[in-house]
C-alpha cells in the first residue's frame, strides 16, 4: 500500500493524526511544503526526516530557504517569514536538500511526484485541468501533485493522476486532514479523511502572533 501526503505546512497536530492512520503503508511519499501558515515548521519537518518519507519541495519551502515572497498574499509572507526565523539550521539545510520533484519505480510503475504542474511547479492543477496529457510529461503511470489543498483523483486509460489535498490547510470545504491510499496492484485509488484538534493549532498560532485568520481558516477548510 502507498500513502500519499501533502502541504502539511506546519501543521503537526494533523500530521500526527494522519500519520498514525497510515503507519502500515509499505512506502510513504510527500508533495512538498511542510513549512508555512501553520507554527510548528520544525517539528513536522523532524516527523518527515525520521521516517525518511520521500519528499520534495513545494513553493512555501523554496520561499523560506531564499527568503523570497513576493508571489505570496501578506498572510502567506508572514508565516513564511516567521518560519524562516524558526528553522534551525539543520531543518534549513534539509529543505534546501530536496528535489523539486522526483520520478521513482514502485512496483514496476513509473511515479512522477510534482507540487504543482510538471511544466511548472508554481502552477495551481485544479481537477477540472488535471487531463491525461499531463501524464506525458514524464511519461507516467501516476502522477503525483499538490499544491492546490484540493484532493481529486482521475483516471485515464493510459495513468493515474492524484493529489492527495492537504494535511494541514484543506481547501476544498472539508476541515479534515486529507491523504490518499493507493494500492499499485489492485489499481485502487481513495482520497481518506480524518479529524484533528484544530482547537489546538488555532490557540498556537494566536500563541506565536501568527495572523488570527490562518487559524480561523482551518474550522472551515478554506
Known amino acids: 500500500m502507498l500513502a500519499i501526503i501533502s502541504d502539511i505546512h506546519g501543521n503537526l497536530p494533523a500530521l500526527k493524526v494522519v500519520l498514525e492512520r497510515i503507519e502500515d503503508a509499505d512506502i510513504i511519499l510527500c508533495a512538498g511544503d511542510l513549512v508555512g501558515y501553520n507554527p510548528w515548521p520544525n517539528e513536522v519537518i523532524w516527523e518527515i526526516r525520521k521516517r525518511k518519507i520521500p519528499c520534495i519541495r513545494g513553493n512555501h519551502d523554496r520561499a523560506v530557504i531564499y527568503d523570497s515572497y513576493f508571489r505570496f498574499n501578506p498572510y502567506a509572507a508572514t508565516a513564511a517569514s516567521w518560519t524562516r526565523n524558526k528553522l534551525t539550521k539543520e531543518n534549513m539545510e ?4 530536496l528535489k523539486d520533484h522526483l520520478i521513482l519505480d514502485i ?6 511526484l510534482h507540487h504543482g504542474a510538471p511544466f511548472d511547479e508554481d502552477r495551481y492543477i ?3 485541468e488535471a487531463t491525461g496529457e499531463l501524464l ?3 511519461n507516467a503511470d501516476l502522477l ?13 486509460e493510459r495513468g493515474v493522476i492524484i493529489n492527495p489535498g492537504s494535511v494541514g490547510q484543506p481547501r476544498d470545504g472539508d476541515p479534515r486532514a486529507s491523504y490518499a491510499l493507493v494500492d499499485l496492484k489492485n489499481k485502487k485509488y ?9 482547537d489546538e493549532v488555532y490557540n ?3 500563541e506565536e502572533g501568527l495572523p488570527t485568520f490562518l487559524g480561523e481558516r482551518l474550522y472551515i477548510g478554506y
Open 94 to 97: 534539509y529543505l534546501y536538500s
Open 107 to 112: 512496483e514496476g510503475k513509473r511515479i512522477a
Open 126 to 128: 485544479y481537477p477540472d
Open 136 to 138: 506525458e510529461y514524464d
Open 144 to 156: 503525483i501533485l499538490g499544491h492546490t489543498h484540493v484532493p481529486f483523483v482521475n483516471v485515464f
Open 190 to 198: 481513495e482520497i481518506k479523511r480524518v479529524e484533528y484538534p484544530i
Open 204 to 206: 498556537k498560532i494566536i
